[in-house]
């Protein structure tokens, strides 16, 4: 087993194509989409003035008051007009005719909101950052009122501080989300070592002595897998190591964190290359021509190379995408939701992926 992991490993080294695409390329990446793009990372555009209607529709008094205190608070505000209003119909046309940013319903108990938005997206974004922070911090006034209600009504600070603002620890910047978009890139584009595994064998004619070894075929496909877990690791190492070191960016807060972000990627590059190794015995042609045409779109829609794309419904619906915002949530906010739920489906297609290849490779007949 040892000698096949040695045999890939050294093969993937000799490959000067390797060397550069998947060690040196993502690095130079990192550095050049970093820096030179700094300069787009700006506002695309002014908000303007904000005009909205809100109307209530709960019976719930501490709603109520919360409602009303957070129009007041935002009344402060001359670019942001939020009114009252009473016939929701009415303000749903002012809305669609865009004399009206938006409409605000507050609705039920638990409390709910509704917004019926115009045809200005980065208003519309505005409105609902908005209603998410008055959402959070009801949340937050509910849970203090449960553990100390007379801090609350007393309207005192009370003993202690009950609410804290966390503290991103770093200032992020466009070398930070390139550092984590280039190792989602080099997990995409390992389809290829995978795929390159049994296309390679074939073109240099070594397919059959695989075939006809008396090895078990089983173990000798699970074995060409292993062989590429050294690759796979240094990959996201160098990537990483490079990144942080080299052109001081961040990742994690704690290094449990980078290394269990570590250990996403590494899932997921794992699910890639399983999938490409079985690409690469259902199909006798280039595994680049018929792959690399759909991952360069899939990467470039889903905001890979460039934050600024993103197309409403198609962005999001990119699994790169889906990848990148959960390394995100990790490295920025700690949160690990995400991350386990796509090692979790990593892990399934790694399952299914290994089982098919194990089967193809043990049925397969001799090649002429």
Same mark, same amino acid.
């Given at each position: 087993?040892?000698?096949?992991? =040695?045999?890939?490993?050294?093969?993937?080294?000799?490959?000067?194509?390797?060397?550069?695409?998947?060690?040196?390329?993502?690095?130079?990446?990192?550095?050049?989409?970093?820096?030179?793009?700094?300069?787009?990372?700006?506002?695309?555009?002014?908000?303007?003035?904000?005009?909205?209607?809100?109307?209530?529709?709960?019976?719930?008094?501490?709603?109520?008051?919360?409602?009303?205190?957070?129009?007041?608070?935002?009344?402060?505000?001359?670019?942001?007009?939020?009114?009252?209003?009473?016939?929701?119909?009415?303000?749903?046309?002012?809305?669609?005719?865009?004399?009206?940013?938006?409409?605000?319903?507050?609705? %039920?108990?638990?409390?709910?909101?509704?917004?019926?938005?115009?045809?200005?997206?980065?208003?519309?974004?505005?409105?609902?950052?908005?209603?998410?922070?008055?959402?959070?911090?009801?949340?937050?006034?509910?849970?203090?009122?449960?553990?100390?209600?007379?801090?609350?009504?007393?309207?005192?600070?009370?003993?202690?501080?009950?609410?804290?603002?966390?503290?991103? %620890?770093?200032?992020?910047?466009?070398?930070?989300?390139?550092?984590?978009?280039?190792?989602?890139?080099?997990?995409?584009?390992?389809?290829?070592?995978?795929?390159?595994?049994?296309?390679?064998?074939?073109?240099?004619?070594?397919?059959?002595?695989?075939?006809?070894?008396?090895?078990?075929?089983?173990?000798?496909?699970?074995?060409?897998?292993?062989?590429?877990?050294?690759?796979?690791?240094?990959?996201?190492?160098?990537?990483?190591?490079?990144?942080?070191?080299?052109?001081?960016?961040?990742?994690?807060?704690?290094?449990?964190?980078?290394?269990?972000?570590?250990?996403?990627?590494?899932?997921?590059?794992?699910?890639?290359?399983?999938?490409?190794?079985?690409?690469?015995?259902?199909?006798?042609?280039?595994?680049?021509?018929? $792959?690399?045409?759909?991952?360069?779109?899939?990467?470039?829609?889903? %905001?890979?190379?460039?934050?600024?794309?993103?197309?409403?419904?198609?962005?999001?619906?990119?699994?790169?995408?889906?990848?990148?915002?959960?390394?995100?949530?990790?490295?920025?906010?700690?949160?690990?939701?995400?991350?386990?739920? =796509?090692?979790?489906?990593?892990?399934?297609?790694?399952?299914?992926?290994?089982?098919?290849?194990? $089967? $193809?490779?043990?049925?397969?007949?001799?090649?002429?």
């Amino acid at each position: 087993m040892f000698q096949i992991i =040695i045999k890939e490993f050294k093969e993937f080294l000799r490959d000067k194509t390797n060397l550069f695409f998947f060690l040196l390329f993502p690095v130079v990446l990192v550095f050049l989409l970093g820096n030179l793009l700094t300069s787009m990372d700006k506002a695309d555009e002014v908000i303007g003035e904000i005009k909205a209607q809100y109307i209530v529709q709960t019976e719930d008094q501490r709603a109520n008051i919360a409602i009303e205190s957070f129009v007041k608070a935002i009344g402060d505000d001359s670019l942001l007009v939020l009114e009252k209003a009473n016939d929701l119909e009415t303000s749903k046309k002012l809305v669609g005719t865009d004399k009206l940013t938006a409409v605000v319903v507050f609705r %039920g108990d638990p409390l709910e909101i509704n917004i019926y938005e115009g045809s200005n997206q980065i208003k519309n974004r505005t409105v609902s950052a908005i209603m998410n922070s008055f959402v959070l911090t009801n949340k937050s006034i509910s849970s203090v009122m449960k553990i100390a209600p007379a801090v609350i009504l007393s309207g005192t600070s009370g003993n202690g501080e009950y609410v804290k603002q966390k503290d991103l %620890g770093v200032n992020r910047s466009m070398i930070d989300y390139y550092a984590v978009s280039m190792l989602a890139m080099i997990s995409f584009m390992s389809v290829m070592v995978g795929a390159g595994a049994f296309v390679g064998e074939r073109q240099n004619k070594t397919i059959n002595r695989l075939i006809i070894a008396p090895q078990n075929r089983v173990q000798l496909f699970l074995q060409k897998i292993l062989g590429m877990v050294p690759q796979v690791i240094i990959q996201i190492m160098v990537i990483m190591l490079i990144s942080v070191f080299v052109f001081k960016a961040h990742y994690a807060a704690t290094f449990t964190e980078n290394l269990y972000l570590f250990f996403f990627f590494f899932v997921i590059t794992l699910a890639m290359v399983s999938f490409g190794a079985v690409v690469g015995l259902l199909i006798k042609a280039n595994p680049m021509a018929l $792959l690399m045409p759909f991952l360069w779109l899939m990467m470039f829609f889903g %905001g890979t190379y460039s934050k600024e794309v993103n197309i409403k419904g198609l962005t999001q619906a990119m699994p790169i995408y889906q990848i990148q915002q959960a390394a995100f949530d990790l490295a920025i906010f700690g949160r690990y939701h995400k991350v386990n739920t =796509i090692i979790l489906i990593a892990g399934i297609i790694i399952i299914i992926m290994l089982t098919t290849g194990a $089967l $193809l490779f043990y049925k397969k007949q001799e090649e002429r």
